[in-house]
């Protein structure tokens, strides 16, 4: 009844259209992001990549993502890093 009145938030990211939450929107892994993307580590179970500063509440910038192309460059605090769209996947953002 009261649906109408309610602003529907969904997901920032066109393909997914899970809802919000409290605010809180869904995890991507980090692999779904294009080039100029900022985001927000939420999960890395990867220790290297945590040993790089990629831990949770990390703020970091997708700076190249080719679809062909195995690796993905992207900043997180002072440095650059190239990593693979293995590990990538496995790192959630937000």
Known sequence: MF?????KNSCQRQRCGSR???GICCTHPLSDFAQDARVVVVFNPDHKTLEMGLFSGALIHVIKNRPNDANMVISAGEGRYIISKEVAKQIHVR
Do not use: A, I, L, T
Request: aromatic share 24%.
């Open 3 to 7: 649906s109408r009145f309610f602003k």
């Open 20 to 22: 919000v939450n409290d």
